[in-house]
């Protein structure tokens, strides 16, 4: 199996899926309770969303949590 040290890319896929439903960063926003900042950090990779902000947006979004990112095991 894998070791405990491996190395691995998380990549958020916030912004494809927030343009597929057609919301700006504000209605997300008012739909999920996530600041905007918090929204555009995310989509930026300058921030790692906990796992409440994850189930708050992918409920606003109406997708599972799991669809909101990926896991690249380097």
């Known amino acids: 199996g894998r ?3 491996s190395n691995f890319e998380i990549k958020y896929h ?3 899926l927030r343009k597929q ?3 700006t960063e504000r209605e997300l926003s008012a739909l999920s309770g ?4 918090q929204i555009n950090n995310i989509e ?6 906990t796992l409440r902000t994850i189930c708050a ?3 606003a ?3 599972q949590p799991c669809d909101l990112f990926s896991i690249e095991f380097l």
């Open 3 to 5: 070791s405990m040290k």
């Open 14 to 16: 916030l912004f494809d």
């Open 21 to 23: 439903k057609n919301l």
């Open 34 to 37: 996530v600041s905007k900042s």
């Open 44 to 49: 930026t990779g300058s921030a790692n969303p």
């Open 57 to 59: 947006l992918s409920l």
């Open 61 to 63: 979004l109406n997708v």
